[in-house]
Nanobody, 123 residues
């Protein structure tokens, strides 16, 4: 089993920055990739970014490329999402997810999910 806890959400004005963190515990040695998803009110959950275990492979949603950066600290079992130049349309609940195998960009791959953290960007 893997447990995921997100932190770092909050309220920010457009153009500002936030850094989300996802701390994994439990059988972390089984994790092959970690992703960040988000869900805005009335919309489907969507992939924001994902990173594999080594950090050599990353994927980003087109809407966040050049603004968001995903990274991992293996020693701390933490995956972070640095979000810059935030826009009101980035407002959503952000979820951390982990998989023990499968494509990084497929939601069905992810077996473990955190509780989510709210990000609100005001104009």
């Amino acid at each position: 089993q893997v447990q995921l806890v997100e932190s770092g959400g909050g309220n920010v004005q457009a153009g500002g920055s936030l850094r989300l963190s996802c701390l994994a515990s439990g059988s972390t040695n089984l994790i092959t990739a970690t992703g960040w998803y988000r869900q805005a009110p009335g919309k489907q959950r969507e992939l924001v970014a994902a990173i594999n275990r080594s950090g050599a492979e990353t994927v980003y949603a087109d809407s966040v490329k050049g603004r968001f950066t995903i990274s991992r600290d293996k020693a701390e079992n933490t995956v972070s999402l640095q979000m810059n130049s935030l826009k009101p349309e980035d407002t959503a609940v952000y979820y951390c997810a982990a998989t023990t195998g499968g494509p990084l960009d497929r939601e069905s791959t992810y077996e473990y999910w955190g509780q989510g953290t709210q990000v609100t960007v005001s104009s």
